[in-house]
């Protein structure tokens, strides 16, 4: 079963996206076109909370590596159309999946970070569906320990029934009490580790970029282009975890 949240109860364009990401196979243009609209639509949630921010506040996205160009793009292209690009700053990881006698694992084997003030900045952590919360976990157990931000959104267009609390579990209290949760639908089944209807199955092969081995060998245009642009070299360098 799927229910929509506020930020899109009155918003048939974003729920006809999400609703669609389902029905998207073998298309992966397709399906990254869809990803980029949502990110989009994503930003536009965020705009309220985030214009009542100091000028001064860094706001750092956290992304993985495959959602970098397509879900965090369209997200971050928003937020520099409003008005933030001075102030936005990226951190990209790439995660290994790893189950061994019922748990799962997702090491970060590797980071594209952007200099940013760790001690007055807010996160952005986005990801195309939160289930397990396992790699949310992760990457922001991560960057958590190299900054202490005031704020925390966590950005999704869906999430599996009671990933809110799963997560917000994973944390102290004077962290998860951080914690603001922005998605579009909440979904209530699973078909083994897939959401029904979530995303339509694995984003990896969704989106073109192989399993979850291979995805891990791809470097998004997005860190391109920012390594470039902020560092002087397109090619990141791996910082290993």
């Not at 704020?151 to 990933?163: C, N, W």
């Amino acid at each position: 079963m799927r229910t929509f949240t506020k930020y899109c109860e009155k918003d048939e364009a974003t729920r006809v996206l999400v609703d669609e990401l389902a029905t998207i196979k073998d298309d992966p243009q397709n399906y990254r076109l869809h990803m980029q609209a949502i990110g989009e639509k994503l930003g536009g949630s965020l705009l309220p909370s985030l214009r009542q921010i100091s000028a001064r506040t860094d706001i750092c996205v956290i992304c993985t590596v495959e959602d970098a160009d397509f879900l965090a793009r369209g997200l971050i292209e928003k937020l520099e159309a409003a008005g933030f690009a001075d102030r936005l700053h990226v951190v990209c990881m790439w995660n290994e999946k790893i189950r061994a006698e019922g748990v799962s694992l997702s090491p970060v084997t590797r980071e594209y970070k952007e200099n940013f003030d760790s001690n007055n900045s807010v996160f952005v952590v986005i990801k195309s569906i939160i289930s397990g919360a396992c790699v949310v976990k992760t990457n922001l157990t991560r960057a958590i320990s190299y900054a202490n931000p005031a704020r925390i959104f966590v950005a999704a267009p869906v999430l599996l029934e009671g990933a809110e609390g799963r997560l917000s579990n994973e944390f102290p209290k004077h962290i998860n009490q951080k914690f603001e949760f922005i998605h579009f639908a909440t979904d209530t089944e699973k078909n083994g580790e897939d959401v029904i209807p979530g995303i339509g199955g694995s984003l990896y092969e969704l989106l073109g970029l192989g399993n979850s081995l291979e995805k891990n060998k791809y470097v998004p245009a997005l860190v391109k282009e920012r390594r470039k642009k902020f560092f002087g070299s397109p090619t990141p360098q791996p910082v290993m975890a």
